[in-house]
């Protein structure tokens, strides 16, 4: 609600309309209270005069944001001059008014030198002027005091809901460059984690193709008689699978870090569970392993993707969470390989990591056309991956 209300203020057809309608309240409160006449009114002189200074004192608020210090100069001396013109009675409120709220609009719509060049050269003009007003019989008193006190207070509260404002615009920028970096940075999560998912598929794939190659080879050994053709298509099918682990070999080498281990090291899989768990219990955190279902084989890409989720669950709980125990039970559906990871922690809120993890196991699920549930659960935190075994995105 707080936000709309500052976005209305800001919008420029609402203050158009705000500076539109104090400038018609003016002028319609000066006319009102000369039409009372006589000594009931605040206004002196010729009526045409009057007018014309009611005009003087609420037209230029019209400009109050681009052009304060001449809003100032002009009502000022339409105040003075109306003040002038009613002695020895008592002035209207209108000019007072007028003469305050322009001393605001200085302090709040100009900048620092500006407005406060205006300020010193305004209060000491009004003192001579009312002094001189009193010397020459245009005023009884010639105190100004009183309305330099106001005009003063009018500036400075100007000034301050101008530096509100400044920091309100400062703090919403920054909120937005910090969205900004946030989405860039999330972006850059996907693309890391999504590089990662390619080194390990491709990892995955030359590995499967060398065994191709090798039965291929050996097949054609213990193959029996010529049969010119059998032995032609496993050729065919040892060389093209050499240049294809050749060409996986480079495109690995460019998409693997140094830090990232061999090229065509065996990626670990859901038979790897056991050893992930007593990992996370050497480092401190006791983990119940549990499978339901028939173990049974499945792609190693899907394989890949389950542990690696399980891994970074178990990895979660132990650096973020600040649990005391956890738990991974890992289902064989009929259709599909269900994952678990459950602890007793208060979860990732304040926890200071970056989201990446979050981040990896989406990727790897949305790879394989799966549901992802993380979040708080029965005073701990789950993290559930569903893979479908025949999936794929």
């Not at 509100?164 to 969205?179: D, F, K, Q, T």
């Not at 065919?236 to 050499?242: K, L, S, V, Y």
């Not at 119940?288 to 399980?310: F, H, K, N, V, W």
């Amino acid at each position: 609600m707080f936000e709309w209300v500052v976005a209305l203020a800001r919008h420029r057809r609402f203050q158009m309309i705000t500076d539109v309608a104090l400038a018609a309240a003016l002028l319609i409160a000066s006319l009102a209270d000369q039409l009372k006449g006589g000594t009931g009114s605040g206004w002196g002189g010729p009526r045409a005069v009057q007018i014309v200074l009611a005009f003087a004192i609420s037209v230029p608020f019209l400009w109050r944001r681009s052009h304060a210090p001449l809003v100032v100069l002009i009502v000022a001396i339409a105040s003075f001059v109306s003040v002038a013109l009613v002695e020895p009675r008592q002035a209207a409120f209108e000019p007072f008014l007028a003469i305050v709220l322009a001393f605001y609009s200085v302090g709040a719509y100009t900048e620092e030198r500006r407005a406060l060049t205006t300020l010193l050269i305004a209060i000491p003009t009004g003192v001579v002027a009312g002094l001189l007003a009193a010397h020459f019989g245009w005023s009884k008193t010639g105190n100004s005091l009183p309305t330099i006190v106001w005009v003063t207070t009018a500036w400075i509260v100007g000034r301050v809901i101008r530096s509100w404002r400044g920091r309100a615009v400062a703090l919403e920028h920054a909120n937005r460059i910090l969205e900004e970096q946030r989405e860039l940075q999330a972006q850059a999560a996907v693309a890391v984690e999504r590089g990662r998912i390619a080194r390990e598929l491709h990892d995955v794939i030359a590995h499967n193709i060398s065994m191709i190659v090798v039965q291929a080879g050996a097949a054609a050994r213990v193959l029996e008689g010529e049969q010119p053709n059998v032995r032609k298509a496993l050729e065919t099918i040892e060389i093209t699978g050499r240049e294809t682990v050749d060409e996986m070999r480079t495109l690995l080498g460019v998409l693997r870090r140094a830090d990232d281990g061999h090229a065509l090291a065996p990626q670990p899989g859901l038979a790897a569970l056991d050893a992930l768990v007593a990992q996370v219990r050497a480092a401190g955190l006791p983990v119940d392993l549990q499978i339901e279902g028939t173990p049974m084989p499945l792609p190693p890409g899907l394989d890949l993707s389950a542990y690696r989720i399980a891994q970074e669950g178990l990895t979660n709980a132990l650096k973020h969470a600040g649990a005391a125990r956890a738990s991974v039970r890992l289902t064989y559906a009929r259709d599909t390989v269900e994952i678990e990871i459950r602890d007793d922690g208060a979860g990732r809120a304040g926890a200071g990591g970056t989201g990446h993890g979050l981040v990896g196991m989406r990727e790897r699920v949305a790879l394989w056309g799966g549901k992802l549930q993380v979040g708080p659960e029965r005073g701990g935190w789950v993290v559930r991956a569903s893979l479908p075994r025949g999936g794929g995105a």
